[in-house]
């Protein structure tokens, strides 16, 4: 419990659950061999944290890298997971319902970010590396942005080699990175050209088959 403790680098409120997060940094540093820099977060205040999605070890890595709690937005069918339920009831995951309505999701995130929490999410919806087809990303993460003012931090995850992988992927050893960013700005941005960038910012390089670039930025027109 001591090393626990001594490896905790987050208050989640919780003696329980900081030392939870202290077994959580053990893992990923000895058994994913995890690295990173310090992460682009405030000490205080309501941040969207974006990552792109390759495992179900992905949670853990971003947690393990972030000196403030996280709270993430989960498909409904994770969270009803028997076994993780009450770990995600506890540490405030917000469950989505991705066939349904996710309005309340939505409430449940702008709510967490106007008291000043760190939101989570994969805008990707769900595991998507980066030879799939190219997916647009979720709105939702714009529509927070734009009603609680709270800035956009991109995450990468890199490394992983359980990749594609949910549960065995956290137990595989990895070599893993967690790249952070500078906050991404979208003043002044439509919606499209403001997920354009965070996808190019998530896809490592910009991409031309980037699905929120207009038609006419990806085929531009030629004159003689």
Known sequence: MRAFEAANG???GNRWLNRLDGLNRILCRRVHHLKHAPLNLPA???VLLASNHVSGLDPLL???ASPRPLRFLIAREEYDRWWLRWLF???GCIPVERTRNPRAALVAAREALERGEVVALFPHGRIH???HPPTPLKRGIVLLARITGAPILPVRVEGVRGQGRTVPAVFMPSRARVHGFPPLSCDGLSEDECL?????????QPRHDNPHRRREDRH?????
């Open 196 to 204: 354009g960038k965070l996808w190019d910012i998530l896809a490592a």
């Open 10 to 12: 987050a208050d989640w």
């Open 62 to 64: 971003l947690i393990a």
């Open 44 to 46: 205080a205040g309501g």
């Open 220 to 224: 531009p027109e030629t004159t003689d």
């Open 89 to 91: 009831r506890r540490i």
């Open 129 to 131: 590396l980066d030879h």
